[in-house]
DNA sequence: GAGCTGCACATTATCGACAAAGAACACGGA
DNA sequence: TCCGTGTTCTTTGTCGATAATGTGCAGCTC
């Protein structure tokens, strides 16, 4: 199969939940800018459509003939891209399993675990690789390095380093930069958050990804800006299967972040550094820790 | 044609200045580190070698019959890698020819242009895509986003954090650690080379990716580490077509790599710092220079 | 018994092919 | 005149196949 058509598939889910019975779609640029795929693909939604009998389809007429059902949605498991299912795949491997350091890795075996071919697999390791857990070895395999406390260490030096000038960016932005609207947005989101901390704090992780974000976002600087993409993917999966103590900790957080947003608002160099450094400081420790119930 | 045998080639000819008429050539496993292959590879080569009547070839004997003539040796350009090709080609493209940033990066045209597969292209595209020069836009094409002032700029703002780290990290290293062995034998051939500086200034290319590596090698940060890639490639490429000025340039520069590496021997913060930041800032300013004469 | 060779096998690098997705163009209706 | 549609063409993402290269094992030689 030469190309999976999750494009396609998640689209469509997506366009199932624009029908309103009676009305009518919009037009295919429309949708296009809705779905965010080309025309290409949208008129292959709506084909398929007309085929499910949720609509009719005569040229600028595309009117709603019944609503969506559980059934015609398209199971979630086929709508997400190989590379992220290669992405996940992997990473439970190396972060759950066994993944002692030095291990070497086998791209053929790989695609076969997963069920892909050696190219998928070959380019989620080109791209893998520039986080520093793997390294090539020319017509040979791959080497895994492990995430070790070692890792870890490297990975939050550099991420102070980065963060401390991405704040002190941050506080000298003009007035009317939107970055202080969305900054105000978010501190929202945190305190209704915190609010119903008990039920809610698995929404931390989105919260701390769009903060940290924008913050970095202020640099203007492309290669932090990307280093933070790092951070983010090994935040995301650690913390995924290692929920220990996740209700304290991300109550915890909430409030540094709370404090840090302040500190931003005031604008002056020094109370940023200190509420930065303070949060970072106790990121590092979190996740030092939970490395240690780990390996 | 599946793969292309540069490793064969590139090691059959550095296996050709071995030969000495008389002799025999060591072991195989003795070739194999002394190459950098694996056996399989040798065993290639002594093949060859004694299709061509180089050797005669008996179990553990290899005698040497005559030695290499000219054309005996593979052509250069049969030797380098696909990879190396695609980067020199693409390198050569976007540094030289019209490369207006926004531009769109076709990877079938590149492959074609190059005359590769194009799954070659892509996975080269994937790895340079790590630089910040490009970007990928999922299911269509990579956009160039240029050689410009703003990259330079945002190139060296890490580099001078990066490598103020790693010079405070080098002034710090034990006495007896190997890497001031490697700093002295590196000031002896900066003097060297300062001594007959009209006709080898174009070896300080070489001095400074040893220098820079050795310093960024102490922060003992892969993240670290890796990012001099980045600076490497550039400043390889940019210099190798862009020669103005080279010989005030590199004399200059040499000059100041060795202030730098007396302050590093020793070893007081603020002298390293004050060195480094001098040498940076003049080695930024030589990159915005060459820019403005190009762009 | 340590290291070398001979051999068989595993894995990587590269290609061409093909369906999915995107992009360009000309026509036609408001 | 402008936007939407119908159509056609280009490009990307993924696969299987194949030569180059690397790796492991058994027996041989010093």
Redo the contacts between chains.
Sequence with gaps: MPKQNT?FKDAYNRCLRLLVVGESLPSEPELCSLLGVSRTTVRSILSQMVESGLIEWNKRSKAVQRPPSRADYFPEHETSSLSDMIERTFMKRILMGGAEPGMQINELELAREIGVGT?SV??FL??FS?F?LIEKRP?SHWVL?GFTRQ?AE??T??RE?FEL?SAAAFAGLPADDPAWVELESLRRAHVEVLADIDSRYLEFSELDDRLHRLIQQAS?????I??YD?IAIVFHYHYQWNKANARERNGKAILEHLDYIEALKTRRPEAVEAACRLHLSSARQSLMQSLSTVA
């Design positions: 494009v190219t070959r380019e080109i791209r520039r520093g017509n390095k890792f490297e990975l030096d550099v380093m000038k203007g600087n492309r290669f932090i990307d280093f790092i």
